[in-house]
């Protein structure tokens, strides 16, 4: 269980810590495509006459849709340093439920790419250099659809602000204002002392559509608590909103091998490249006598057979490759099975 919120768990700690470290890798996964539209019209400044709407978005509205894209990148310069850039692209969808998520961090000392991917009940978690994780998780162990990149700009909604006017973001009409952020709003960021601020927001403004955020930006400049400057800016945006988004299984997941059985009712499924982890409730014995008969339909050979303690192990050989077995007793009941699959 552990795992597996570890994977989504994942996201929030890489916000916090991109800019540090990375999770390795140089060669970037390809997130969703950006969109194709133009960026924000000229904004219309709002006529004297005209009463300027209140600063309003929707609680919760992405819960609201059947499908979008988001996209936040971060990009953050200290005096005498290179530019860091931290990108996450997110694509959600209702039905099927489903949800993938590319975090690319750029410019720092160990640039790299992690990708996560929820379909149903399976989730993985893929990086270049280490692969993929695959677990399985609970329906009450599964995010909500809607819950956004992480990132939530309606939390600096709450900011005095101007009506500036109404755009096109994205494709969707959208009321535009200007917020007045305290600049003590940023300071943790910076870690030190923030000089300016500006910020725009954009929410939707068509028929039939939640308001939701189409778009937020944020830059600052400031000084560290080590006397440098320090400046950056954020950018967040929606779009392809209920369009048909497919979401596939990222690319090197592997899965079961389709000649290992998995026992009836397993839970708590890990894949990590050649090595399976699962539960049982069912006692051990049940579970190796499961392999015993299971395993010489799928063309293994068995070999030694042992215990360490009140483990079970069996070998079991098909041609080149080797599966090892590993079923462990669980004190509150139950067992934990490990298989080892060995191939040249």
Known sequence: MKQRRFIWGATALLVLAAMACSLGGKTATPPPEKPTTAPPSAPTEAPATEEAPPLEIAPHALENLNSYRARFVWRQTVEGGATQTLTMEQEETREPAARRIVIISEGGENPGTVELVRIGDTSWMCSPDS????TQQSAEEATEFGEGILFKPEDFASSDYQYVGKDTVNGVRSRHYTLNLIPEMLAGIVQGTVTATQADIWVADEAGTPAYVTR??????GTQEDGKKIQGDWTYEVYDVNKPITIQPPEGATGVPEDIPIYPGATDQTIMGSLIMFSSADPAEDVA???????????????????????ITQEWTKGNRKASLMISPKDEGGCAVMITIEQP
Do not use: D, H, K
């Open 289 to 311: 006598e499961f392999y015993r008969n299971e395993m010489p339909g799928r063309g293994w050979t068995a070999g030694g057979e042992g215990t360490l303690g009140n483990i």
């Open 131 to 134: 692969g993929c994780i695959q």
């Open 216 to 221: 937020f930006t944020v830059s600052w400049e």
